[in-house]
């Protein structure tokens, strides 16, 4: 069994965490989740949800938010939220055109996610990038996913979206091999070219690769499942991922 602990991504069950996040929290933990990434905090402030994550023995392996966040007045708030919770890596789910519109506009994004690496830095907390499709189509003779993070020092984590990466045409083997010791939390979804509802070891990810890269050269220190199309009930969908990911040693 590999070291490497296994989160899940709350928006795989957000529904779920609408109607309870304390209930949903217990049957994650009895699944054999060892924590949780957030997309959002159900209206709790730091403290509640220190304390929920504590009553299950749950860790937080990151948060999805807003560059805004991570900018101006913001971040000395976003700080202290994100020390009370126990979490280092604040991890951008997308950007606006005005971010991605050419590969300019990229250059100037990876400027500014290396001042935000900075100055997070004192506190022991990390700056990332989470792909989705669009970064692995060329923009001006380049892909934006290359033009981002060869010009992002290692302080900026990059969370490879597996799954989002083969939709859109990416390698994802590729993308851990290039950047080495750049993907210290990596998001486990699935591709499937004929079945979009695939779980994790049902698809075309090559996983045995993908493990063996995170686990020599990745610097990879959580796993994060994250599973946004239901053929089950969305706990149950979590449950049958992490039992696949067992099967596969992880």
Known sequence: MSTIPVALQLYSVRDDCSRGLSEVFEALANMGYAGVEFAGYYGYDAIELRKLLDDYGLLVAGTHIGLDTLTGDSLKQTIEFNQILGNKFLIVPGLSDEYTASKSAWLSTAHLF???AE???PDGLRIGYHNHTTEFAALDGELPWDVFFRNTSHGVVMQLDTGNAMAGGGDPIACL???????????????SATNPSALLGEGGVLWATVFEKCEAQG????YIVEQETYKY??????????????????
């Open 114 to 116: 290396n001042q935000v």
């Open 119 to 121: 100055q997070l830095l």
């Open 177 to 191: 091999t290039d950047y080495p010791g750049r993907a210290a939390t990596l998001h486990l979804k699935e591709f």
């Open 219 to 222: 610097e990879t220190e959580w």
């Open 233 to 250: 009930p969305p706990l149950e969908t979590a449950k049958k991922c992490l039992e696949n990911l067992r099967q596969m040693g992880r």
